[in-house]
């Protein structure tokens, strides 16, 4: 069976650019997560979506991150601007009809400088 | 204040012993799962545990639910289990998921 797959794997921007960071979830999930983890805050969530519907959008990040899920195959993360404090791994998963069928990304290393 | 809290943040071990890692939440559970995560690599599941005590081969865990805890028992520790062990609260829909802090494990040879 295919995982989670994320892309890039590694990410270096530029302070003020905009990046896309991209999630592929396991074929027939219906629920998709993407998270930020840092070693200061551990693992936070920045978008939940149940069935391509945005089910909560992490409050702290809505200002200049914004999550999107055009099909059930695709979903994508975007900074826009990114600032130096968003250097953190982002991880992407998605989740089927069992409560622990979670599957998570080996996600996307992003550095902005 | 944060609603999942793991202890200890970090612990090293002498290959063979054991090491009991604790999680205790502050909320209302529907249930608690826990994570793996080697370095640089994906989380894992080890274990959905809603309630009592779970056994997977090496590993062992207990969730008592109205004492807000749940532990993770590792016997008989393998340098290979050196990584990352995280705890997650899964709320009432089963579907988001709130981590703690993680413990990060050392096992020496």
């Known amino acids: 069976d295919a995982g989670v797959t994320q892309t890039p794997r590694h990410e270096v921007a530029e302070k003020g650019q905009t990046i896309i960071l991209k999630c592929e979830p396991v074929s027939g999930h219906n629920d998709l997560f993407w998270y930020r983890q840092t070693k200061i805050q551990g693992l936070e969530l920045l978008s939940y979506f149940r069935s391509k519907s945005l089910m909560e959008d992490g409050g702290a990040f809505k200002d200049r991150f914004k999550a999107e899920m055009l099909n059930s195959s695709f979903s994508t993360l975007k900074i826009q601007p990114t600032e130096p404090k968003d250097s953190a791994v982002y991880l992407c998963?998605?989740?089927?009809?069992?409560?622990?069928?979670?599957?998570f990304g080996s996600g996307t290393r992003l550095l902005v400088i | 204040g944060q609603q999942v809290q793991q202890s200890p943040a970090s612990l090293v071990l002498q290959e063979g012993e054991n090491a009991e890692l604790q999680c205790n939440f502050s909320t209302s559970l529907n249930s608690m799962q826990w994570f793996y995560q080697r370095p640089g690599g994906s989380l894992v599941s080890l274990f959905y545990n809603p309630s009592g005590t779970k056994h997977s081969g090496r590993l062992t865990s207990t969730t008592v639910i109205k004492e807000r805890r749940s532990s993770l028992h590792i016997s008989s520790s393998q340098t290979t289990d050196s990584g990352t062990y995280l705890c997650a609260l899964v709320n009432n829909a089963g579907a988001k998921l709130t981590f703690g802090g993680g413990t990060r494990l050392t096992v020496r040879p």
């Open positions: 998963a998605s989740r089927g009809q069992g409560a622990a069928d979670y599957t």
